[in-house]
């Protein structure tokens, strides 16, 4: 009991503060976390993982020439005998003005050797030898290449 309170108030304090952050920016704070911009990034992989995939807590805004959406995104996975809730947060940045490429960028883990080892190219940086060992960098590509 003492442990959810403990929770309660940190999100409490962590929805107050991302307020701040969006009114101190001119940003939208949007709590359920619709906005427009999934309908740009809903092919995005994280989306297709699990299921009950849900979007909260967003900052975001369009200054004509850039969108961005900062927001928490939550999903469940595992079958009924021993599911898994993952909570992470996401940056989105959209802009036909800035030619990036799509990118993936996660806490690296065991799992990614395993990814690796299906052609998944982690990208690292010798001038910044830390993050490479902290970060899994990786290009995105779509399932069908050609709808781009």
């Not at 307020?19 to 990034?41: K, M, N």
Request: charged share 25%; proline share 3%.
């Amino acid at each position: 009991l003492i442990g959810k309170g403990i929770f309660a108030w940190a999100q409490h304090k962590r929805k107050k503060r991302l307020r701040e952050v969006a009114d101190e920016l001119g940003l939208e704070y949007i709590e359920d976390g619709q906005h427009s911009l999934f309908q740009s990034i809903s092919d995005f992989y994280l989306f297709r993982s699990g299921r009950r995939g849900k979007s909260s807590k967003m900052i975001c805004g369009d200054t004509g020439e850039l969108t961005i959406g900062v927001f928490d995104y939550s999903y469940v996975s595992g079958s009924s005998d021993s599911t898994k809730s993952y909570n992470q947060s996401v940056i989105a940045l959209l802009s036909d003005q800035i030619v990036l490429p799509r990118f993936n960028l996660q806490p690296q883990g065991i799992l990614h050797s395993l990814i690796s080892a299906f052609g998944v190219q982690d990208i690292d940086f010798e001038e910044h030898p830390e993050f490479s060992r902290l970060f899994f960098l990786s290009i995105y590509r779509r399932l069908n290449p050609q709808t781009d």
